[in-house]
């Protein structure tokens, strides 16, 4: 079910009011309007018949010649009509109407002596039929007054009432639309803030507010943005501080247990295995070092670089062709998609990824470099057990390493490596993904705003 959102709501109730209210006035005004105008006419009509009625009545009295040319000039327009009835006969001027067309309970009342008024359509016109008893002749006077121009009256200001009230409707529609956007902004400002802050921009603020309504809310929202910015920072830089006070003793480790692998023929037996269980973590624990300085470099905004312009397809061939073991072959859009970014970072992504398909997959099994719709797109493609639903979003996160938590030995990786490939997409605006490979496997894809050529 479509549901409205809250701008639109508050314009559409605004819109409805809008139109519920002029339809109100436009309903009054007609009634007011056509009422007066309609009885204006009718009290016109009816006197103007009764004075013509007493002229046919005189005429008719002293008996003198010339009634028909009298009834002649009673129909003053074309769209008039004058009937007398008499005794066995029905004298009629003007449009020429039909008698039987006439309403019998109106003659009726004519000729009984009862005066009368009623509005008709005949023959297409629109007419205010009066009847009035002529009692000397014995019979009854009806003319027939067009209300032609009351008509066209009528109908352009209904239509006009219709057309104000659609009008003010629309006009309520856009000037709730516009109020609601200006009311709901800091709400919008609120949204975007926190969604930079979710993005990793621990900077975003609010703006500041002058409606004091809204002061406690962009203060309260800053302060917790500040406290948690400086949280984060702390957090990185004891790591940081950690990772870089281990790597002295990490490289006397790294160093001795070189030493000590070399001479593994010379330790049998049990001593042996637990040798070489001690070098697979001590170069596990030196990887997990290099890459907890990685994280809180990132995070401490320290090593901001100016981004340049990077040919993606040929730093690609250039981190697999550094790469020991078997090279894999880089499909790529002519001409390569460009993309405006730090080649220290973008590297470690590549080397990353490539990392990550060795060590859980075997090995990449294509590598290709697309333009799609303003976006440079990487694909990693490996021909492994690929990563279940549930999981492609988790292993972007620090120190989640799958489906293999828990497991210890050379190959599970620290569970970092993906985490800095979503950390250092994301600071060039873009976006990391898994995927299930056509044909089975996992395919990762990396999205990064091309620059401009």
Same mark, same amino acid.
């Given at each position: ?7 639109w ?6 819109g409805l009011?809008s ?11 007609w ?6 105008m309609? *009885?204006?006419?009718?009290?016109s ?6 004075v =013509?009625a ?9 008996g003198?010649?010339?009634? =028909?040319?009298?009834?002649?000039g ?22 020429? %109407?039909?008698?039987? *067309? ?5 003659l ?11 509005r ?5 016109v ?10 000397s ?5 009806v003319e ?11 109908r ?10 659609v ?10 639309f516009?109020a ?20 990793g921009?621990?900077r ?7 409606d ?9 929202? =800053?302060?917790?943005a500040?406290?948690?910015?400086q ?7 004891f790591a ?11 490289t006397t480790m ?6 000590l ?12 295995k ?14 997990m070092v290099v ?5 809180s ?6 090593d ?8 993606l ?14 090279a %894999? ?14 080649r ?6 590549v ?6 398909a060795?060590r ?5 099994? *294509? ?23 549930a ?40 976006t990391? *993904?898994?995927?299930q490979r056509?044909?089975g496997?996992?395919r990762f ?6 620059a401009?050529?």
């Amino acid at each position: 079910m479509l549901r409205l959102t809250l701008r639109w709501r508050v314009a559409m109730v605004l819109g409805l009011g809008s139109l519920l209210l002029t339809s109100t006035l436009a309903i009054a005004i007609w009634n007011l309007a056509s009422g007066y105008m309609l *009885r204006q006419r009718e009290q016109s009509g009816v006197r103007q018949a009764e004075v =013509n009625a007493r002229l046919v009545a005189e005429s008719l009295r002293t008996g003198s010649g010339g009634l =028909n040319e009298l009834l002649t000039g009673l129909a003053t327009s074309q769209d008039s009509t004058v009937l007398l009835f008499r005794p066995g006969q029905v004298l009629t001027s003007g449009r020429q %109407v039909d008698p039987t *067309r006439l309403p019998p309970r109106l003659l009726e009342l004519g000729r009984r002596g009862v005066p009368a008024a009623q509005r008709l359509i005949v023959d297409g016109v629109p007419v205010l039929a009066v009847t009035l008893p002529m009692s000397s002749a014995g019979g009854a006077y009806v003319e027939l007054a067009p209300m032609v121009q009351l008509d066209r009256t009528f109908r352009f200001l209904s239509g006009l009432l219709v057309a104000c009230a659609v009008v003010s409707g629309l006009l309520g529609v856009a000037l709730g639309f516009w109020a609601s956007r200006r009311a709901l902004r800091p709400l919008t400002e609120l949204t975007n803030a926190a969604s930079r802050i979710a993005g990793g921009d621990l900077r975003a603020r609010l703006p500041a507010q002058a409606d004091p309504d809204l002061t406690p809310l962009a203060t309260t929202f =800053n302060v917790t943005a500040d406290a948690l910015e400086q949280r984060v920072i702390k957090d990185a830089r004891f790591a940081g501080d950690v990772s870089h006070e281990l790597r002295s003793p990490l490289t006397t480790m790294v160093n001795a247990a070189a030493v000590l692998h070399r001479r593994r023929a010379e330790v049998p037996g049990t001593a042996g295995k637990a040798l070489e269980l001690l070098t697979s973590e001590i170069d596990r624990f030196a990887r997990m070092v290099v890459d907890l300085l990685e994280i809180s470099r990132t995070d401490q905004r320290a090593d901001d670089t100016t981004l340049e312009p990077i040919d993606l397809a040929v730093l690609v061939e250039n981190v697999i062709a550094a790469r020991p073991g078997r090279a %894999v072959a880089v499909e790529a859009d002519a001409p390569a998609p460009q993309v405006l970014g730090d080649r220290r970072r973008l590297d470690r992504v590549v080397a990353n990824l490539l990392d990550n398909a060795d060590r859980h997959a075997g090995g990449a099994v *294509r590598v290709a470099v697309l333009s799609r719709r303003g976006m440079a797109r990487l694909e990693v493609d490996d021909g492994g057990p690929g990563v279940p639903a549930a999981l492609r979003d988790r292993i972007f996160d620090r120190f989640d390493r799958g489906a293999r938590a828990g497991s210890r030995g050379g190959d599970t990786g620290s569970g970092l490596g993906l985490a800095l490939v979503a950390q250092h997409v994301q600071r060039h605006g873009g976006t990391a *993904r898994v995927e299930q490979r056509p044909g089975g496997g996992a395919r990762f894809i990396v999205e990064i705003p091309e620059a401009d050529r």
